[in-house]
């Protein structure tokens, strides 16, 4: 028999295991939906900074004045057909928005900036038309993939947000900054800007080395260990737990953070501890946040003022229609 914990309930079913209902709204997924097929443990070494036993390592708060945290969000504005002799050819309008938020912890607040917006249509088999001005803040610029599956074209559109994540969390960290960006890090320079994942599908760490996720508090985190040994992106990583969930899985509050291993070792340690000791602090709460407590309230708060600033997913559609439509009538 098995213990079974529903909001808070525990019943007994015949199974093996224990079972547990996440936090997280269905609608998210899953925090914890591992893939091993995502993980080449050959390519990872687990004793860049204790080479031994491991046991869980409080984090350390140095001080550090700022903290800029970085996100992305993106928006399927509409799907788009060109209509070529050969056949039609798939595409798609998107816009994406990318922006920081600055935590001045002298500050009892903390305030928006960078903020970007972008919007691209992204057509297959090479193919490309120019898209209509729809207003003078409804405007894609076009660009195309060899492919005709729609996935590539979400993919390319992904990858534009995500490179432009990437060149925002380096030129905040270039200026001075501690980064915390959304997502793991694409730019592998030696600055101080930290990736940071919420949900896990790829298991990192060996069997013996992974029971020391269940022993982790609230403020503590794993020794780093090295992803992408040999390889041609290499980047320090650990795992640190958020809060302390009674009645949660071994699991619950769990992220995984990384940074270049452009930096030194000792440094990567101590931008580690710094990481552990700030994000509890930071955590959402089930009652405000669907993916409490991973969905960092700052990052939570991005997110809201990027998709405002989209525009109405309603009122951008409308407006393109119109404006393909009187582009054709008076072609």
Wanted: aromatic content about 6%.
């Amino acid at each position: 028999m098995v213990a079974v914990v529903l909001s808070g309930v525990a019943c007994t079913i015949a199974a093996m295991g224990q079972l547990y209902v996440e936090t997280w709204a269905p609608e998210y997924g899953s925090p914890f939906e591992t893939d091993d097929a995502l993980a080449d443990q050959s390519k990872v070494d687990e004793a860049v900074e204790v080479d031994g036993v491991w046991d869980p390592l409080a984090g350390r708060d140095d001080g550090v004045d700022a903290v800029a945290f970085v996100d992305g969000v993106r928006r399927i504005d509409a799907r788009l057909t060109l209509d070529e002799p050969e056949g039609p050819v798939p595409g798609i309008c998107g816009s994406h928005g990318v922006g920081s938020v600055l935590w001045q912890r002298a500050r009892p607040m903390s305030e928006y900036g960078d903020i970007e917006i972008d919007r691209l249509a992204v057509f297959g088999g090479g193919q490309g038309a120019p898209i209509p001005v729809a207003s003078s803040r409804i405007v894609y610029r076009s660009e195309s993939v060899p492919e005709t599956d729609p996935g590539f074209l979400i993919q390319r559109f992904h990858g534009s947000m995500r490179k432009a994540e990437a060149r925002l969390s380096e030129r905040l960290a270039q200026s001075g900054l501690f980064v915390i960006a959304d997502g793991p890090i694409n730019d592998l320079s030696a600055t101080e800007k930290v990736g940071y994942i919420k949900s896990h599908r790829a298991p990192y760490l060996s069997p013996e080395k992974a029971t020391i996720i269940g022993r982790l508090r609230a403020g503590e985190r794993t020794p780093l260990f090295l992803i992408g040994k040999g390889g041609a992106y290499p980047r320090y990583s650990w795992y640190q737990r958020l809060v302390d969930s009674p009645g949660g899985h071994s699991w619950s509050g769990i992220v995984r953070c990384e940074v270049s291993s452009a930096l030194p070792v000792d440094r990567a340690g101590v931008v580690a501890d710094r990481v552990a000791a700030l994000l509890p602090r930071v955590g959402s709460e089930p009652h405000i946040d669907p993916r409490a407590p991973q969905n960092l309230v700052p990052i939570a708060a991005l997110e809201r003022e990027l998709r405002r600033r989209l525009g109405d997913p309603g009122i951008v559609y409308r407006a393109l229609r119109s404006a393909v439509a009187a582009a054709e009538a008076s072609a």
